[in-house]
């Protein structure tokens, strides 16, 4: 964006709060951006969030302006929500273009809207909207747009794209609040897991898409990895035997859904292997075998046959034939 189209949309932004009127804050957050810079380095750190702004920028600049970068993610402002969506899709859009050509490594961002009337400063805005917004993008999975359930209201979206409601989620500082997901997939189902760590979508692509949720567990799994390597100390190694069967145990509880960790983010059907028993999902794909434990029995057993039903119809697609997609 030019710096002239960005002093016009700052001064429309600044009009609009002085007569009372809600402009809309975006916010994008980088899944696992602390593991990765631990295991890979200050540097590669660095150089995946020159490549996160990077596709952001070009995405925010035409519908907002970009206000700051927060290192692992940014904050834009726009005129409207509508605005703000639209700059949110086009994301969300480039970083599943880019993951599915770069599988071992892809990016994972989620991505929280908001309204309201902030405080407008030469350089940054602040408010409950601009708190709120932040909150979202912390808790959205990787590739969701989420928003408060108040906004869906009074916003129009483009052809495509509808709200969900999933439901209250307590949002640190701020409290509980229902929330909705913008979609913006072409969806035949989809499942997630009890605690809603993993979520799976069948789309028109004959594809699945994973979408995590931000790794709110990275604190315990630090500890419970400097408990299983525990040395014996002043404690004695008694103490340290204790440690290391505890963290055993309770990485067995834990771990389970982060085997998702290691698949790519968007796999063909086809490819797949897919069985539901009870509340167990299991996936099994040439990259590597994950479960989600807790999932709805209906909502599995109909995301299974849909699944089975789209891998059966690319399969019998001739050989230089259109495939539907989305």
């Not at 540097?43 to 970068?69: C, M, N, P, W």
């Not at 979202?136 to 108040?150: C, E, M, R, W, Y």
């Not at 059907?269 to 069985?275: D, E, F, Q, Y």
């Amino acid at each position: 964006m030019s710096w002239s189209r960005t002093l016009k949309v700052r001064q429309l932004l600044r009009a609009q709060l002085e007569m009372g009127e809600d402009i809309a804050l975006l916010f994008s957050d980088i899944r696992g951006f602390s593991t990765y810079a631990a295991k890979k380095g200050d540097r590669a750190a660095f150089r995946l969030t020159q490549l996160h702004e990077g596709i952001l920028k070009d995405r925010i600049s035409e519908y907002g302006i970009l206000v700051k970068s927060l290192g692992d993610g940014v904050m834009a402002a726009f005129e409207s929500a509508e605005l703000a969506i639209l700059s949110a899709v086009a994301i969300q859009q480039a970083f599943r273009e880019r993951n599915s050509e770069n599988p071992d490594e892809p990016i994972d961002v989620g991505i929280g809207i908001a309204t309201g009337t902030p405080v407008m400063t030469d350089i940054d805005f602040i408010g409950h909207s601009v708190n709120l917004a932040q909150r979202l993008s912390g808790h959205a999975k990787s590739g969701q747009i989420l928003v408060p359930t108040d906004l869906c209201a009074g916003t129009s979206l483009s052809e495509g794209l509808h709200f969900i409601p999933i439901g209250e989620r307590v949002l640190k500082g701020i409290g509980s609040a229902p929330l909705s997901e913008v979609v913006w997939m072409k969806e035949l189902a989809r499942v997630s897991d009890a605690v809603d760590q993993i979520t799976l979508i069948l789309t028109e692509r004959g594809t699945i898409v994973v979408e995590l949720a931000k790794d709110a567990k990275q604190e315990i799994r630090d500890a419970l990895s400097q408990l299983q390597n525990a040395k014996a100390n002043e404690d004695g190694a008694f103490s340290a035997f204790l440690q290391r069967r505890i963290a055993r145990f309770t990485q067995a509880l834990i771990g389970a859904p982060f085997s998702a960790m290691r698949i790519p983010r968007e796999m063909e059907t086809a490819g797949l292997s897919l069985r539901h028993k009870g509340g167990t999902l299991t996936i099994e794909a040439p990259e590597g075998n994950f479960q989600l434990k807790g999932v709805d029995p209906s909502r599995a057993c109909d995301f299974v046959e849909r699944a089975r039903e789209r891998a059966a119809t690319f399969q019998s697609v001739p050989e230089g034939r259109s495939t539907p997609h989305d």
